[in-house]
């Protein structure tokens, strides 16, 4: 299985900013996507991150609010844009070889 | 999205017993995966099923690839403390976008 790392763990932001969450996997993966994790809630699949193309957006999701890098087969970005309180959330990424597995999420608090 | 239907949505149950879940989709899937997640934490794959019909186990977790395709069930034999968590069922249809059950919260009392 690949062992997955995301930064930040955390974070706590204000109302407009942008956060950038990296993902990180210490192989190399055919395969990156983008969760959410609302409170509660279980997860939903954002994007695909496509590497050395433009990621694949689910329905609800936008490349505007969601901007996703992905330059190599190891390394991911989200960026999460004018964030609102809406935002709140679990941020979690994925990598599958095989099978899917998952970073430790970010949590993230939007004021 | 999509959603399966897990259930039961939550349980408690003392330690030592059985547990058995399950996953229902009206969709058909072409491999299932269960996957728990304690707080705080990602989800963690536990096993992973491909053929419909297949019976696999790890452990104390045997799960079933429901014959139709469109179930799953997962069952835990002589549960400990630690087995306490969210349980998540996910199906994936033709390609590799998982779509992920409503979750089925175990608690264990002492």
């Known amino acids: 299985s690949a062992v997955i790392s995301q930064k930040p763990s955390r974070d706590i932001c204000q109302r407009g900013t942008s956060l950038t969450i990296q993902c990180q996997v210490d192989?190399?993966?055919?395969?990156m996507f983008w969760y959410r994790q609302q409170p509660g809630q279980s997860l939903t699949l954002i994007a695909t991150?496509?590497?050395?193309?433009?990621?694949?957006?689910e329905s609800g999701f936008v490349i505007d609010k969601f901007p996703i890098s992905r330059p190599n087969l190891t390394f991911s970005t989200l960026t999460v844009s004018n964030m609102s309180p809406e935002d709140s959330s679990i941020y979690l990424c994925?990598?599958?070889?095989?099978?899917?597995?998952f970073g430790p999420g970010t949590r993230l608090t939007v004021l | 999205g999509q959603q399966l239907n897990q259930s039961p949505q939550s349980m408690f149950i003392q330690e030592g017993e059985d547990v058995s879940m399950n996953c229902t989709s009206s969709?058909?899937?072409?491999?299932w995966l269960w996957y728990k997640q304690d707080p705080g934490e990602g989800p963690v794959l536990l096993i992973a099923?491909?053929?419909?019909?297949e019976l696999t186990s790890n452990g104390r977790l045997t799960a079933q690839f429901g014959i139709t395709r469109k179930d799953s069930f997962l069952n835990i034999s002589a549960s400990i403390p630690s087995d306490v968590g969210i349980y998540f069922c996910?199906?994936?249809?033709?390609?590799?976008?998982?779509?992920f059950g409503t979750g089925t919260q175990l608690k264990v009392e002492l």
């Open positions: 192989s190399q993966v055919t395969m």
């Open positions: 994925s990598a599958q070889n095989n099978e899917q597995f």
């Open positions: 996910a199906g994936a249809g033709g390609g590799n976008k998982l779509t």
């Open positions: 969709s058909i899937f072409n491999t």
């Open positions: 991150a496509n590497q050395g193309s433009e990621a694949t957006y």
């Open positions: 099923l491909y053929k419909a019909g």
